[in-house]
């Protein structure tokens, strides 16, 4: 028996990274998913990867249109929408201090991160009601509960603005038995980051020594707290700010 069995989710993001590993496990845990990524082929590779049911879908998070008819669409499909990952977002490298960073790049940020999980959760939510209750589960960031000096100025403001948005759902709906959660992760191991860090040595290093495990999370590691979130295990949980940062967030001086 799988922790999610029966329940329909949505993901966002599903064409790689965490969303790719959130379509993979959910599916083995009984989920029916729709994969949805603003790259349907990317999309199409992480359904093939799964040993579920999950049906691929183009969206673009961003768009008013195409979130709604992807909601639409996941409950024509499998009969109803029991979870929403809202995962997607984005973090281009044009994205730097308040002094550098230009508004095109300010607004494509947010147009992703803040608008998209805004309509997954307007255009969701109701087909959550009609079930009767769910899960949404808003993909923020540790950037969202601390500061940096090595500033993403636009993607920290998105991430702070899904952790409070996560808040304000979560009591609006709770006594309809839907719960919202805000997962935020610490630094992930991801292809831009390894990329990063692995031209950058002391990029890397600079930021190392603030975390006290000495080392980025696995994909895995970050996804499981989202299953955590999205299976009746979390029944009592709604409004938090579920890190997954391996005690960033809580460090001062950390190990030698």
């Known amino acids: 028996m799988g922790r999610l069995d029966g329940k329909v989710c949505v993901i966002t993001g599903a064409g790689g990274g965490m969303g790719r590993e959130g379509a993979v496990l959910?599916?083995?845990?009984?989920?029916?998913?729709?994969?949805?990524?603003?790259?349907?082929?990317?999309?199409e590779e992480t359904v093939a990867l799964c040993s579920g049911d999950a049906f691929a879908h183009e969206v673009d998070v961003a768009d008013e249109g195409q979130v709604s008819g992807m909601m639409r669409a996941a409950a024509e499909h499998f009969g109803g929408i029991d979870v929403l990952y809202n995962n997607a977002g984005i973090s281009p490298a044009d994205d730097a201090s308040v002094l550098d960073t230009s508004m095109e790049a300010w607004q494509r940020v947010q147009d992703v991160n803040t608008k998209g999980v805004f309509l997954c959760c307007k255009h969701g939510i109701p087909y959550l009601r009609e079930r009767g209750g769910g899960s949404v589960i808003n993909v923020a960031s540790f950037v969202a509960i601390v500061g940096a000096a090595t500033s993403?100025?636009?993607?920290?403001?998105?991430?702070?603005?899904?952790?409070?948005?996560?808040?304000?759902?979560?009591?609006?709906?709770?006594?309809?038995?839907?719960?919202v959660n805000a997962l935020c992760?610490?630094?992930?191991?991801?292809?831009?980051?390894?990329?990063?860090?692995?031209?950058?040595?002391?990029?890397?290093?600079?930021?190392?020594?603030?975390?006290?495990?000495?080392r980025l999370a696995k994909p895995g590691e970050v996804v499981n707290g989202a299953l955590f979130l999205a299976s009746d295990e979390s029944s009592y949980v709604t409004g938090s700010t579920f890190l997954v940062d391996g005690g960033l967030t809580a460090a001062y001086v950390t190990p030698e």
């Open 185 to 214: 992760p610490g630094p992930v191991e991801t292809p831009l980051l390894l990329n990063i860090f692995g031209s950058d040595p002391a990029a890397l290093e600079r930021r190392r020594r603030h975390w006290p495990t000495g």
């Open 26 to 43: 959910f599916t083995a845990e009984g989920a029916r998913v729709c994969a949805a990524d603003v790259d349907l082929a990317a999309a």
């Open 152 to 179: 993403q100025i636009s993607y920290t403001a998105s991430k702070g603005a899904v952790l409070s948005m996560s808040r304000e759902l979560a009591v609006q709906f709770a006594r309809e038995g839907i719960r």
